[in-house]
């Protein structure tokens, strides 16, 4: 199955930075408005966007994770600078919120479209790779369950791996 297109995530429907920028500045803006409380987050915001436009050619599977990958580098870019230019390091620990709560919002993305990706296997493909890398169980364990032989649940296994990463590359 592959996914609808209103369904594709960012990288997969190519967008252009134009796009990435109207569907993601508003989120973007309030991430570094929580996460660095004292950085300038529009100058932020537009050094990040800058620095992606650069990179346009990039392919990226997870645009939200790589926005803010590049905006903090830029808000430690920034401090680095002013630091060198004999100011006070411009960065305290105390501005930087916690990365594993601002993580959340990419990890919620990533963990959706891998959800979308293994429902849209055919049942019994989704059912041997469901048992195995959530389920924790051997092969051996999954042919007696369903009564297969291992060499079927190794070929099932195979094929759920090929139309996933199908699915990832399209």
Same mark, same amino acid.
């Given at each position: 199955?592959?996914?609808?297109?209103?369904?594709?995530?960012?990288?997969?429907?190519?967008?252009?930075?134009?796009?990435?920028?109207?569907?993601?500045?508003?989120?973007?803006?309030?991430?570094?408005?929580?996460?660095?409380?004292?950085?300038?987050?529009?100058?932020?915001?537009?050094?990040?966007?800058?620095?992606?436009?650069?990179?346009?050619?990039?392919?990226?599977?997870?645009?939200?994770?790589?926005?803010?990958?590049?905006?903090?580098? !830029?808000?430690? @870019?920034? *401090?680095?600078?002013? %630091? #060198?230019?004999?100011?006070?390091?411009? &960065?305290?620990?105390?501005? !930087?919120?916690? @990365?594993? *709560?601002?993580?959340? %919002? #990419?990890?919620?993305?990533?963990?959706? &479209?891998?959800?979308?990706?293994?429902?849209?296997?055919?049942?019994?493909?989704?059912?041997?790779?469901?048992?195995?890398?959530?389920?924790?169980?051997?092969?051996?364990?999954?042919?007696?369950?369903?009564?297969?032989?291992?060499?079927?649940?190794?070929?099932?296994?195979?094929?759920?791996?090929?139309?996933?990463?199908?699915?990832?590359?399209?």
């Amino acid at each position: 199955m592959l996914l609808s297109e209103s369904k594709k995530p960012d990288a997969i429907r190519g967008d252009s930075v134009e796009e990435l920028f109207r569907r993601h500045v508003g989120w973007l803006r309030d991430i570094v408005k929580c996460r660095f409380r004292r950085a300038s987050s529009d100058d932020v915001v537009q050094e990040t966007y800058l620095r992606v436009a650069r990179a346009e050619n990039s392919v990226v599977l997870h645009p939200k994770a790589y926005l803010i990958r590049i905006a903090t580098n !830029v808000v430690y @870019d920034q *401090a680095r600078r002013a %630091a #060198a230019r004999g100011g006070r390091y411009a &960065l305290n620990i105390d501005d !930087v919120a916690d @990365d594993a *709560a601002l993580q959340v %919002a #990419a990890d919620q993305d990533a963990a959706l &479209l891998l959800k979308q990706l293994i429902l849209g296997l055919p049942p019994l493909y989704r059912n041997v790779f469901i048992l195995s890398r959530f389920g924790g169980l051997s092969y051996e364990q999954i042919a007696g369950r369903h009564g297969v032989s291992v060499k079927t649940v190794e070929y099932r296994m195979s094929r759920a791996l090929a139309l996933l990463e199908a699915q990832l590359r399209d």
